[in-house]
């Protein structure tokens, strides 16, 4: 199997890709340490990115009456 494109890692740390699919490229990733090479450095931005959007998203503030609705 040649190297797997980025697009079919992201939608496996998607996990949008098929069972069969899967085991395909964990098997591939097994092998391959270039390919899992990549596939860490993608999971690793996204936590990244997770991590400093939850900081840039507003506060959640659940009125505690209904008064402060208004």
Do not use: F, K, W
């Not at 890692?9 to 949008?16: E, G, N, P, S, T």
């Not at 097994?30 to 900081?55: E, H, K, N, P």
């Amino acid at each position: 199997m040649s190297h797997i494109l980025e697009d079919g890692l992201h939608a496996y740390l998607d996990q949008a890709l098929s069972r069969s699919r899967c085991v395909v490229i964990e098997s591939h990733l097994a092998s391959c340490g270039v390919c899992s090479s990549q596939r860490d450095a993608i999971a690793a931005l996204r936590d990244q990115t997770t991590l400093l959007l939850g900081a840039l998203a507003p506060a959640r503030r659940i009125p505690v009456s209904l008064e402060e609705l208004n």
